[in-house]
């Protein structure tokens, strides 16, 4: 988990509501990435940012989900109405040398 | 396009014997290949990488992976199972060389639970 923290750890939250999950990367790096991990789907690319610009979001379900990275130090993914079947655990994680990702500690949502 | 599957959702091993954890991959390119390690609650870890120099390639807490470009495979090894061995495991393929949308991609695999019994 060295080199990503991801705020807050869990959330808990009524269906309707808006959640934002927050990801620091610590180190310097080129690429950023956004996973869904559910038992049923497994771990699913959502988005992910090179130098900060959006490459390829053709993993976000909808447009409920979208994703910011402002600066290289900080994204957000956010889902707006939030919706009982978006329960998963939410990865950030950052490229390393040759192609690797080194991945955060996960944001656990549940959404009731 | 790249895919991989990883044959056995679950295994389970005694401790002090061999883990075999199978891995195939599909890819059009030449690929990249990566092994990860997942504990409860936590993210991915990374165990080994494969990036086209030596077909062994040595990985962390004594894990090894053998790429076979013949049976396009990727398996990952262990000689003696040890008991916080358990955890879930996943391989990733990402094409070498690929530019565009897919450069940094993973493709990961299903995933194998195993299971180590003392």
């Known amino acids: 988990d060295a080199g990503v923290i991801q705020s807050p750890r869990h959330e808990v939250t009524e269906m309707g509501q808006e959640v934002t999950l927050r990801c620091k990367p610590i180190?310097?790096?080129?690429?950023l990435f956004w996973y869904r991990q559910t038992m049923m789907r497994g771990l699913e690319l959502l988005i992910y940012f090179n130098n900060n610009v959006p490459i390829d979001d053709s993993g976000m379900p909808e447009d409920r989900f979208s994703a910011k990275m402002p600066n290289a130090s900080f994204s957000t993914l956010k889902i707006q109405p939030s919706e009982p079947r978006d329960s998963a655990v939410y990865f950030c994680a950052i490229s390393g040398g040759v192609r690797e990702q080194y991945f955060g500690p996960g944001t656990r949502l549940t959404v009731t | 396009a790249q895919s991989v599957t990883q044959l056995g959702s679950h295994v389970s091993v005694s401790e002090g014997a061999l883990v075999l954890l199978r891995c195939n991959y599909s890819s059009s390119v030449p690929p990249y290949l990566f092994w990860y390690v997942q504990y409860p609650n936590q993210g991915l870890q990374l165990l080994l990488k494969?990036?086209?120099?030596?077909?062994l390639v040595k990985g962390i807490n004594g894990f090894e992976a053998e790429f076979k470009k013949s049976e396009t495979s990727f398996h990952l090894t262990k000689p003696s199972a040890h008991m916080s061995d358990a955890a879930e495991y996943f391989c990733?393929?990402?094409?070498?060389?690929?530019?565009?949308?897919?450069?940094?991609?993973?493709?990961f695999g299903q995933g194998t639970i195993l299971t180590v019994h003392p």
């Open positions: 494969y990036t086209s120099a030596a077909t």
């Open positions: 990733a393929v990402s094409p070498a060389g690929a530019g565009g949308t897919s450069y940094g991609k993973l493709t």
């Open positions: 180190s310097g790096h080129d690429y």
